[in-house]
């Protein structure tokens, strides 16, 4: 892991690439996690992290996959890529963040245990219209669920 101030440099000046995980229960319902820290505080996201540095895209999805869900392995499918600009950082300094997402949707059962807390107060299962209706799940998360808000490659 970077030092805080060069990992605050990074994030300043340039793109942070990470992963996200729209996981399904049996009900095909969607978990989502509220959030704790800046960037999306206090919104509905689904879990993810950042690609590390020398960390391939398989290695990066296996690590997330155990750190965020518990899980040694998982069937999935490519989402897309998507963009998200944040307008703050996790930091109290002003500046923004820019993610580039790549997005996988896998199936899980419902009992997911020992979700971690460190970026996320509580878990939930949303149905898909819920979410999407919700002021309280981020816009950048419902962007997985609507038309065409990938980016534009």
Request: charged letters at 25%; hydrophobic letters at 35%; a negative charge.
């Amino acid at each position: 892991m970077l030092e805080l101030e060069t990992f605050k440099t990074v994030v300043k000046h340039t793109p942070l690439v990470s992963i996200d995980l729209i996981v399904r229960n049996s009900r095909g319902q969607v978990l989502l996690g509220k959030r704790k820290n800046r960037p999306a505080k206090d919104y509905w996201f689904v879990p993810g992290g950042r690609i590390l540095k020398d960390e391939s895209f398989a290695n990066a999805f296996s690590r997330l996959i155990k750190q965020e869900l518990g899980l040694d392995q998982a069937d999935h499918v490519f989402k897309g890529i998507y963009q998200h600009f944040y307008e703050d950082n996790f930091s109290i300094e002003d500046f923004s963040t820019h993610y580039v997402v790549l997005a996988y949707e896998l199936s899980s059962s419902d009992g997911l245990s020992n979700l971690p807390e460190e970026q996320h107060a509580e878990y939930r299962w949303f149905d898909e219209s819920e979410l999407l209706a919700s002021s309280s799940v981020h816009e950048h998360c419902k962007w997985y669920f609507q038309e065409r808000k990938q980016a534009d490659i």
